[in-house]
């Protein structure tokens, strides 16, 4: 009890017995001393109570209680489970986790599934299709640092995206336990591991192709490897494996000699008692295209952006950048479909003429070094009522934006840019992508927007070190692919003058068979304003059996987008098209028969325990239930703790005190009453 509470009782005290002094003993009521005292005492308490609760002092209170430590069970519900033949197993498992109730009185149980992604679940259908281990435990980690809750992995520990979770798991910060789900003695195996290919190629050239084979077995066998592209072998090679020679690695170029779509087939020859012959073919498909995008960054100073937005915008195959300084012959900006000014001043004068004079697309990238005076001269689109003072300024998604549709990668908690302060003035239309924050406060000026106008298109960022956002995407995601994706939107949008449809499609011509198939759509009302109230649906048919199906698209941000996953390998037919609208839009796409959970044989007994040994837990195997449960039991450092929780509690959150003061009042009322006095 502090200092102040203890002087507010105090005060508390005194004003009441004032106040029932001057009401009971310094008046004329005529009544007997004992009920005098008897109805001061009930005035006090009242009075009191009334005063406590005005004066509201605060007390700790200490509760005491027992902290069980969580354990978290985590299934692997890939399609790779049922494949090798464990669903029953992994089931089996789990009900005998959830029946013990040692383990339910001494931990706090937590289910969870993972495959394509972490989820809290319960139901297992072993459907999915991708293993992320590494990244499941990733998230376990960030959601239980604080708290003991080592990890039971029922799994069979053959992931197929991520990084190697038998290393990363050395900072892992809990115990993880793995049941092995699987057969873990090795067969007699031959398989193509690894098949790497562009995706796309250009017409009349050669593509390069390269593939891992693999051999598992106790002799030497020879065996045969083939490309072909339907009926038509393109490629042959007689291949010989032992115990010492395990792997061969095959390196070739094809020709790109039709346009479109084209799809190949890697197939090795099976052995004759090889039990799994699914991972001996792998299809794979290239889009033959007859032009490349090229762009052109114009810069006169060295900074990491220009590297970070050449990796970005060739990310994508199609595309092709050139950076150059302002001492190249300004007519070569012609041979490029995009010119991008990074941080324009007067040595750009003869640029901005030519790109004015060729009404070309541009984007304009400003900065620290760009001179306002010149660029506020050059150009008549914008204007900068710029100071000397520099300023870090944070990005917003405005997900109105209608010419293209956006993903945000999460620009919010992306670092800040940096440029001049100072307010924009605008003498033609435009649309903004990202507003500017200054420490999240919206300054009510656009920090990335563009223009359009007689057919040219411009873009323009106001800030300097958008290398960062692109290594921020990385550190969250482990990938940049958010960003490109981002930045290659606006690429595509101003490498182009086509005409804007008032419904825009946007998806691939081929999809593998384990990957995400999402198909997203732009619909415009006849204004050429996004209309987030339309019902879009696409009509899917597979062209094999002509099977066909309908399915509404769902708004997300400023586009429409369906998830088709899991759709049989094949080829599809699909319309797009708007309920009450003439108005529709037909494509088709592929899907590869290709699935990465049927790739293996054996659960990966060696990762699993390097997992354990890093972790500081113990590999077990279904049949080992006892076991796990006495290790589980016995271990110190899983035992509950009793820990203390002090809180500070007002006095006017105790309703006995509203009890109180009615039970007083009414009792002095009363007696008040049968003796008279009122």
């Known amino acids: 009890m502090t200092t102040q509470t203890i002087s507010l009782l105090i005060l508390t005290a005194v004003l009441s017995a004032i106040v029932v002094f001057f009401q009971y003993f310094r008046s004329k009521e005529n009544a007997p001393v004992r009920n005098k005292l008897i109805y001061a005492i009930l005035r006090f308490i009242s009075v009191a109570t009334i005063l406590l609760l005005i004066f ?38 789990i009900e005998k986790i959830r029946s013990s109730n040692s383990i339910n009185d001494r931990f706090d149980l937590e289910f969870v599934t993972f495959g394509n992604s972490l989820k809290t679940n319960s139901n297992f259908d072993y459907g999915e299709g991708q293993t992320k281990i590494n990244e499941a435990l990733s998230s376990l980690g960030k959601v239980y640092k604080t708290k003991k809750a080592p990890v039971l992995l029922i799994s069979d520990g053959n992931q197929t995206y991520g990084e190697n979770y038998a290393y990363s798991s050395v900072n892992y910060p809990q115990e993880v336990f793995p049941v092995v789900l699987g057969d873990t003695v090795e067969k007699t195996d031959l398989k193509i591991s690894q098949l790497n290919v562009n995706k796309y190629a250009f017409l009349k050239n050669e593509f390069p192709v390269e593939l891992i084979l693999n051999y598992n077995g106790d002799n030497a066998i020879e065996t045969n490897f083939q490309i072909k592209k339907g009926n038509r072998v393109l490629f042959n090679q007689r291949l010989q494996f032992s115990p010492s020679k395990k792997s061969e690695i095959i390196s070739t170029t094809l020709s790109a000699d039709a346009e479109g779509t084209q799809l190949y087939a890697a197939v090795l020859q099976p052995l004759a008692n090889e039990q799994n012959t699914i991972n001996n073919t792998k299809e794979f498909a290239v889009e033959v295209i007859d032009q490349k995008t090229n762009i052109l960054i114009i810069s006169d100073i060295v900074h990491p952006d220009l590297g970070a937005l050449k990796k970005s915008i060739e990310s994508n195959e199609r595309r ?12 070569k900006i012609n041979d490029y479909q995009l010119v991008i000014l990074y941080q324009p001043n007067s040595r750009f004068r003869n640029f901005f003429t030519e790109l004015e004079r060729s009404k070309a697309n541009n984007l304009i990238i400003t900065g620290t070094k760009t001179d306002w005076n010149f660029l506020n001269n050059i150009q008549q689109n914008f204007r900068k009522e710029y100071s000397r003072q520099r300023e870090d300024v944070q ?31 605008f003498n033609i239309p435009f649309e903004t992508i990202l507003n500017q924050t200054i420490r999240n406060i919206e300054t009510g000026n656009p920090l990335l927007f563009t223009t359009e106008e007689d057919g040219k298109r411009q873009a323009v960022l106001l800030g300097e070190n958008i290398w960062r956002w692109r290594a921020q995407n990385y550190l969250d995601t482990k990938t940049f692919r958010d960003f490109d994706e981002f930045f290659g939107k606006l690429i595509f949008y101003l490498a182009t003058n086509k005409k804007r449809n008032r419904l825009d499609v946007n998806f691939e011509s081929f999809y593998n068979g384990n990957t995400e198939i999402r198909i997203s759509a732009q619909y415009f009302d006849k204004n050429y304003e996004f209309d987030p109230n339309a019902n879009v649906f696409i009509d899917l048919k597979n062209t094999s059996d002509n099977n066909s199906r309908t399915v509404p698209m769902l708004l997300k941000n400023n586009y429409y987008e369906v998830d088709l996953s899991g759709l049989p390998p094949g080829d599809y037919d699909f319309t797009l098209r708007v309920q009450n609208e003439q108005l529709s839009r037909a494509g088709s796409f592929r899907v590869l028969d290709f699935d990465i959970e049927k790739q293996f044989l054996n659960a990966d007994l060696d990762k699993l325990s390097k997992l354990a040994e890093n972790s500081g837990g113990l590999l077990f195997f279904p049949d080992q239930f006892d076991t796990l449960e006495q290790e589980l039991l016995s271990r110190d450092s899983f035992k509950p703790v009793q820990k203390n929780k002090e809180e500070i509690v007002p006095l006017i959150d105790w309703k006995y005190l509203l009890l109180l003061i009615m039970l007083s009042l009414t009792a002095e009322w009363f007696l008040r009453k049968y003796n008279g006095l009122i």
């Open 395 to 425: 990005a917003e998604l405005n997900t109105a934006y209608s010419n293209f549709a956006l993903n945000d990668p999460g620009f919010r908690e992306y670092p800040p840019l940096e440029d001049f302060l100072g307010d924009i003035r």
């Open 56 to 93: 509201n002092p605060k007390f700790r209170k200490k509760n005491n209680y027992i902290e069980k430590a969580s354990l978290i069970v985590a299934v692997d519900n890939s399609s790779s489970v049922p494949f090798l033949g464990q669903d029953g197993s992994s089931t089996d498992f």
């Open 320 to 331: 092709k950048v050139d950076i150059e300084k302002t001492s190249i012959d300004v007519q």
